[in-house]
């Protein structure tokens, strides 16, 4: 009798750690890019972070009772240094929420996209987005989000000038001229930002527009081509002859953009979000919308850019599991209902067809945007060497700031990048 | 009797344990992991892979702005610390007069050493600013100029600005650092000298900077230490730009690993500059001490 008992509680303590253990969700470690003040709010926030009374991790966890997400929104600035650090200590998060991909890629640390991502949503994406993370047939992340560039003008400074919105890198030099001459410098006529927080930015708007780029069209490096060389000899030559903010080095976008709000800058070239930027400084400013100006004989160029979503490799026992609960995080995050407001909130443009009807149905001027974006050209982030490239042309932009020889440090440049 | 001599041995090292074990773990250990790091390869996404020599040491010194850099890091220091020494010894004599509202004036000299250095550097920041700047708004104001002029006009003067900072925010820590010295000397070592006949300068030649000369080398040694290392004046006014021709060793080193990914050189450079610092502050500490027993 006494052995029948003990056996049957022992039956009963098992069936309940069994239960125990099948009914614990499946832990689902995520970092999230903090884009802007809303997206804590919108992932973490006390209450209706997604305006339908949850934040996201709430709205998620319901839909999913068996994953159990950790998120953490991290700032731009930490991003890099947290993820480095989680990686040394052989603690990568799950899901990973930042711009570039190539450098883990390299160290073999991610889940290939097809491991976690339906094909139905895979088929959702920008095709010219997918193609942007794709190494040797192989997608590795996902994009998230984007952004375009285009230039902003002043009206009201153009009109009280009396000239016309540049097209041309002649018009362009024209206008900064006159502008520098009917203001006696006390507005400046174009925004420059050469610093390390975007400064290949600037690369790539003077070189698109004047038929170079960072690589040609089978990728290899070009990075000290006659049209990059004058491209970035154009951009310091405007800088040197006084039609720019005058520290391009040290002087941000946000800096050029609260320039730009305050009625102090007459264009810039900028995101889409600089419209919200300029009405929250609560300033009136009566702005246009153009193409970037190109050199004659060569064509406009919108600069896009675009944030990813990519899971890393893990020695979990149940890699199934595992695969299981990162898909459940991507079909959600990316479900319309969801995914339209992760994007709106911080005024950036999709990265999947489903979301793009509801967005202009929403603010017809959205499509506008969508036209841009989908001119647009990409930095070659799926390339191994983009981040010492990165780092490499702002280098070039600063030294050629103060002095120093565009030919020379480009040829540096390629050749330290490709050895040629 | 033996027990009363056994526990006195071991009864400092007791008391010093704690302490002792938190050096252990919070400084060598991380000093041990940094020199391991440093000859180490690490990929650009921070995977710590094989052992590779001195090859991390090769890339930070072949690094083409690390002249510069080294330039920098040496101005810095001699700047900031030998101006704040000399301006923090003159405002430690002044507040070691008797006046009234000395009380009041000695609180207001400590704020900016009170006041995060980052806060400091944020300040001077927008003080210096070229288009909203408080200095070309109080200039123009007073109609002093009559357009703003730009401070930052090159990265020469974007340097020396950093120094200035440097040397206002480390004056206050020389100052009191002295006239702590100066106060505990004895009165009747002055009065000797009035005796003697000695005015003003012979006092402090012959007086004051003797007597002063351990609170000077206190104060001098920790100056290195901390003006060596420090980071957010150079990071929050230039960020090093352009192209490193404004960093110092420690800014970077810190731009090397965060901005451009090279952390097997970042580690290399943390471990040059630790024992750059080591070598220079314990000659110092040395000479000083020399110095002191030959007296």
Redesign the interface.
Same mark, same amino acid.
């Given at each position: 009798m006494k052995k029948t008992v003990t056996l049957l509680l022992g039956i009963l303590m098992l069936t309940l750690a069994c239960g125990t253990a099948l009914a614990e969700p499946y832990p689902l470690d995520v970092i999230i890019a903090e884009y802007g003040p809303n997206t804590r709010e919108w992932f973490l926030g006390a209450a209706d972070g997604m305006g339908n009374g949850k934040n996201f991790v709430q709205a998620f966890e319901e839909a999913n009772p068996d994953v159990k997400l950790n998120l953490e929104v991290v700032s731009w600035n930490d991003l !890099? @240094?947290v993820? =480095? @650090?989680r990686?040394?200590e052989q603690n990568a998060p799950d899901i990973l929420n930042i711009d570039t991909f190539a450098?883990?890629h !390299? *160290?073999g640390?991610l889940l290939p996209a097809s491991d976690y991502i339906s094909d139905e949503l895979m088929a959702d994406f920008f095709p010219s987005f997918i193609e942007q993370s794709t190494v040797d047939g192989v997608c590795w992340a996902v994009p998230d989000l984007a952004s375009a560039r285009a230039l902003y003008y002043n009206k009201a400074i153009l009109d009280e000038v009396g000239v016309e919105v540049p097209v041309t890198w002649a018009e362009l030099e024209d206008v900064c001229d006159a502008i520098v001459e009917f203001y006696d410098?006390e507005i400046y006529p174009w925004g420059v930002d050469?610093? @390390?927080d975007e400064g290949q930015a600037a690369f790539a708007y003077y070189s698109w527009t004047n038929n170079g780029g960072f690589v040609d069209v089978e990728g290899n490096w070009t990075l000290n081509s006659d049209a990059n060389v004058e491209a970035v000899e154009f951009a310091v030559g405007l800088v040197n002859k006084g039609y720019t903010n005058?520290?391009p !080095?040290?002087q941000t976008r946000y800096d050029l953009q609260d320039?730009f709000a305050a009625g102090?800058l007459a264009m810039l070239i900028a995101p889409n979000q600089l419209p919200t930027i300029v009405k929250n400084s609560g300033n009136i400013i009566d702005y246009g919308l153009a193409s970037i100006p190109h050199n004659e004989g060569a064509s406009t160029a919108s600069a896009g850019v675009m944030d990813r979503i990519m899971a890393f490799r893990d020695d979990a026992a149940d890699q199934v599991a595992r695969n299981a609960a990162i898909a459940a995080f991507c079909e959600f995050f990316y479900d319309p209902a969801n995914y339209v407001g992760w994007v709106t909130m911080e005024d950036f443009l999709p990265a999947v067809n489903s979301a793009v009807e509801a967005m202009v149905a929403a603010d017809p001027g959205f499509q506008a945007w969508l036209d841009v974006l989908a001119g647009s050209q990409f930095y070659p982030t799926a390339k191994g060497e983009w =981040? *010492?490239v990165k780092?490499g042309v702002i280098?070039v932009e600063?030294?050629a700031?103060?002095g120093?020889d565009v030919r020379a440090l480009l040829d540096e440049l390629q050749t330290k990048i490709a050895g040629a | 009797m033996n027990s009363i001599l056994v526990r006195h041995k071991w009864e400092p090292y007791v008391w010093l344990l704690p302490s002792l074990l938190l050096m252990v773990i919070f400084v060598v250990f991380p000093i041990i992991v940094v020199f391991s790091l440093s000859l180490s390869h690490i990929s650009n996404a921070g995977v710590v892979g094989e052992f590779i020599g001195l090859k991390n040491f090769a890339a930070a010194v072949t690094n083409p702005a690390f002249p510069t850099v080294m330039a920098n890091t040496g101005i810095w220091v001699v700047a900031v610390v030998g101006l704040s020494t000399l301006l923090g010894f003159i405002v430690a004599m002044a507040l070691n007069a008797n006046f009234f509202g000395r009380k009041i004036v000695r609180a207001v000299v400590v704020f900016p050493w009170a006041t995060a250095l980052v806060v400091q550097a944020s300040i001077w920041n927008y003080i210096i600013k070229y288009e909203y700047g408080n200095l070309n708004n109080i200039l123009l104001n007073l109609g002093i100029i009559t357009n703003p002029i730009n401070w930052r006009i090159s990265y020469q003067i974007e340097f020396m600005w950093e120094c200035g900072v440097g040397i206002f925010v480390t004056i206050p820590f020389v100052a009191f650092t002295c006239l702590a010295g100066l106060q505990s000397i004895d009165a009747v070592n002055y009065e000797a000298a009035t005796v003697d006949g000695a005015g003003f300068w012979k006092k402090l030649r012959h007086v004051t900077i003797p007597l002063l000369r351990p609170s000077l080398t206190i104060s001098t040694v920790l100056n290195i230490i901390y003006v060596f290392n420090s980071f957010p004046i150079v990071y929050t006014i230039t960020k090093g730009a352009p192209a490193h021709k404004t960093d110092t060793m420690v800014t970077f080193l810190y731009m090397l690993a965060y901005a451009e990914q090279e952390m097997g050189a970042a580690t290399a450079l943390s471990v040059i500059g630790f024992l750059i610092l080591a070598v220079v502050a314990g000659a110092y500490m040395m000479i000083s001490m020399r110095k002191e027993e030959a007296r």
């Open positions: !890099a @240094t993820v =480095a @650090t990686i040394q450098q883990y !390299a *160290d640390l410098g050469m610093t @390390t005058p520290n !080095a040290t320039m102090k =981040a *010492d780092v280098q600063q030294n700031l103060s120093g | -």
